[in-house]
DNA sequence: TATTGTTATACTCTATAACTATA
DNA sequence: TATAGTTATAGAGTATAACAATA
C-alpha cells in the first residue's frame, strides 16, 4: 500500500484501544496540569500528598505513600521538598517513635486554598468538552475499573 | 480530627478528580498490560510503533513520531531495539535520501498477529468490568477529550 | 534555510535492596 | 521477627541542543 503522505496516516487500531486512549488522555491532561500550576511549582504527586494530609492530618509517610500508590522510599524526597518549603511538617508520632505525623503548616494551608482553587479551574478546563454530565460519566466509568490483579498498590 | 487508624482515610478530593482518576486507571492498565504481554517482551509505545507501522507500511520515522507524540531523538533507540529483533526493518526511501521508509519484516507480521491476539485478551479483561457498553461509552468520552492548549504533539 | 535521522545528555519517575531504630 | 523511615542506586521515560546529510 505505502500510501501516506501526510494527514492519512491510519492510527484506528490505536483509536480503540482503552489502554493507547487512556495514556494519550492522561499525558494531555498531566500537560494541562502543568500549564494551569505554573505559577505554584506544584507537580500532580505533590498536590496529591498536600491533598490527603489535609484532608486526614496526622497520617504517617507509609499510610500516604499506600494511599496514593507510591514507594514510601520515594515518597521521601518528595516529603523533603514540601518540608523545605515550609508547607508541611513531620512530627514525632506520640504512639510509635519510629514514624512521623504529617501535617500541612498554615502557610501549606493557606497555599492549598489556592492551589485548589486553581486546580477546580484546571478540572474544569480540562473536562470541559465533556460537559457536566459526561464529565461525571466519565468519573463513573474511571471508577468502575476492576480487574483481575488490580491491587492498586506500588506504582510510583 | 488525627483519625486515621486505617481503612478510613479520606480521598474523597482526589477521587472526584478526573485528572487524578485517569493517572490511577492509566498506571493500572499498564501493568496489566505488562502482565498480558510478558511472554513477547514488548512494551506499550513498542506495540504502538509496532501497530502503526504494520498498518502503515512505508512511514518515515518522523512520521511516526508526529503520529504517536513521541520525540524523533527518542524514537531512535526504540527502532534500534526492534530492529536489532528482526521485527521491522529501515529501508532508504526512494523519494528522499535523508529518510527511511519503515516496514515490519515477515517475522514481525506474524509475531504481531499473536501480539494483536493477546492485546485484544487484555482490552477484554481490563474493560471486563464496564461491560461492552461501557468500554465504548468509555471510548467515546476519551474521545471527546478537546481542551484549549491540546495539540496533542510531543509528548514522549 | 529547513528537515531527517542521529548522538549526547540531563532530568524525572519508578523500582529494589539494604540499613537503623524502633516495635 | 516485623515495620517505619531512610539511603543508595539502577532503570525507564522524556526533554533539549547540536551535528551531518540532504532537501
Redesign the interface.
Known amino acids: ?4 503522505e ?1 494527514g492519512g ?25 502543568t ?1 494551569f500550576m505554573s505559577e505554584f511549582d506544584i507537580r ?1 504527586t505533590q498536590f ?1 500528598i498536600m ?2 494530609i489535609r ?5 504517617s509517610q507509609s ?1 500516604v505513600s499506600d ?1 496514593l ?1 507510591l514507594k514510601r522510599a520515594n515518597l521521601v524526597p518528595l516529603l523533603d521538598g514540601l518540608e523545605g518549603r515550609g508547607l508541611l511538617v513531620r512530627s514525632p508520632s506520640p504512639a510509635d517513635r519510629r514514624s512521623y ?1 504529617l501535617h500541612l503548616t498554615d502557610h501549606g494551608q493557606e497555599q492549598m486554598r489556592a492551589i485548589q482553587t486553581r ?1 477546580d479551574a ?2 474544569q ?6 460537559g457536566p454530565a ?2 461525571v ?3 463513573a ?10 491491587s ?1 498498590g506500588d ?2
Open positions: 500500500m505505502d500510501e501516506q501526510r496516516i491510519d492510527l484506528s487500531a490505536l483509536q480503540s484501544s482503552v489502554g493507547y486512549r487512556l495514556r494519550r488522555v492522561q499525558i494531555a491532561a498531566f500537560t494541562l496540569f500549564q500532580p496529591a491533598t490527603v484532608d486526614n492530618p496526622g497520617l499510610q494511599a500508590g505525623c486546580h484546571y478540572e478546563e480540562l473536562t470541559s468538552s465533556l459526561g464529565r460519566a466519565l468519573l466509568l474511571l471508577d468502575g475499573f476492576h480487574f483481575t490483579g488490580d492498586d506504582t510510583g
